[in-house]
């Protein structure tokens, strides 16, 4: 299942393991996949707690726990057989380790999609494709019993249950078509988010925001790992690997913001913030490297080498960032943060405008104006408390 676990699951904490030492790299790694796990497992026990008739808290704590020991079930399995370590119930849980990843990854990118954010379908047409999902679990998991490959999500150890044979070969068969069926289930899922989307507002356009902006940041950073490693660049594919990691820890902290609906409305400052960020140092890395071998060809028959090119286009760079950022900026918020944007374009065309003024009911009636523009309540008033002498 290539697509379903580049996406999801692959992880080094799921790989074979062998008795050499790991280096630095490889706990980073590590340290990384645990933290996604561990921030799915927290979020789901507080949403459980804090919304209870909310079955997104239930899935996130399920399938938490089930990706934990998916990771956890091959080194302690390896650790029994390697070292000779006495562990108890080794052998069961590898035999179920693969039963956990299935349960949990599915639980994860086909349920929570389709159930977020209040827990109930986007619309009576969707109940088809759940009664599907809901199938699909207890024959994933059936089939995990029957066959033994030897694959980097698999086993430790060897398959007990296994049928062998032709009679394997044919559950093996069965595997791959649901693997592919599986893939369509996953489209389907985040189709249901995109048509949520569409049709939500207020509120549940925000919720939905903050799941959308936390998925397309881990997709991103998957992609980012893909390329990184077809290009041969394992130190910077090994980096967006781990920042894949964070950011699929991520996702569960965006859903349990999004469920308790708090702080919402920062999703906007958020993306805006994070889009500005990238397109200038997109702008300004672009920006030192023609410079650099723009100046190199013209420098380089003068002073022999490119110390003097790359000095001066830092310089360039260094002055461009202020102005350049400032522009990316405003017109990132034009975009994607409307509202902030023009309470503050009406906050500084107030602010210029009571420097000049003196009169102190046109000062009165523009505060109430601006005030009614930028925040558009019910109703304003202003009060002004009385001097003691009888004046304002």
């Given at each position: ?49 804090l919304r209870p ?153 925000q919720q939905m ?92 028959a003068i002073t ?89």
């Open positions: 299942m290539p697509v379903f676990m580049l996406v999801v699951v692959a992880s080094p904490g799921s790989e074979e393991l062998s008795s050499a030492p790991r280096g630095p790299e490889d706990v980073m790694l590590s340290l990384g996949t645990v933290v996604a796990w561990l921030s799915m497992l927290i979020t789901g026990a507080i949403l459980s707690i008739r909310n079955p997104i808290g239930w899935l996130l704590l399920v399938s938490g726990a089930c990706l934990i020991l998916t990771n956890f079930a091959p080194t302690y399995a390896e650790a029994a057989v390697i070292l000779g370590w006495s562990l108890p119930g080794y052998q069961l849980l590898d035999w179920l380790q693969p039963a956990f990843e299935r349960l949990g990854s599915l639980l994860f990118i086909v349920w929570i999609p389709l159930l977020f954010p209040d827990g109930q379908l986007v619309g009576a047409r969707w109940r088809p494709i759940a009664w599907a999902a809901v199938l699909l679990i207890p024959i994933f998991i059936a089939l995990t019993f029957l066959t033994d490959n030897d694959d980097e999500f698999g086993r430790t150890l060897p398959n007990p249950t296994a049928l062998g044979g032709a009679a394997e070969e044919v559950a093996e068969t069965v595997v791959s078509i649901m693997e592919v069926t599986l893939v369509g289930f996953i489209v389907l899922a985040f189709v249901s988010v995109i048509v949520r989307f569409r049709r939500s507002r207020g509120a549940a356009r925001k903050w799941f959308l902006g936390a998925v397309g940041l881990l997709f991103a950073s998957q992609i980012s790992t893909v390329v990184s490693w077809l290009l041969g660049a394992e130190l910077l594919a090994n980096s967006f690997y781990f920042a894949a990691e964070l950011a699929r820890g991520l996702v569960p902290i965006a859903i349990g913001i999004a469920v308790l609906r708090y702080r919402l409305y920062e999703i906007d400052r958020i993306i805006s913030r994070t889009i500005g960020w990238a397109l200038v140092t997109l702008l300004l890395v672009g920006s030192f490297v023609g410079l650099v071998l723009a100046s190199t060809a013209v420098l380089e022999g080498g490119n110390t003097l090119a790359v000095a001066g286009s830092t310089l360039v760079v260094a002055a461009l960032f202020t102005p350049l950022r400032s522009r990316v900026q405003r017109a990132v918020d034009r975009r994607f943060d409307r509202a902030r944007y023009d309470g503050e374009r009406l906050i500084g065309a107030f602010g210029e405008r009571l420097r000049d003024e003196v009169d102190l009911e046109t000062i009165r009636s523009d505060i109430l104006g601006t005030v009614d523009q930028a925040v558009r309540p019910a109703g304003v008033g202003l009060w002004l408390r009385e001097r003691q002498g009888g004046g304002r």
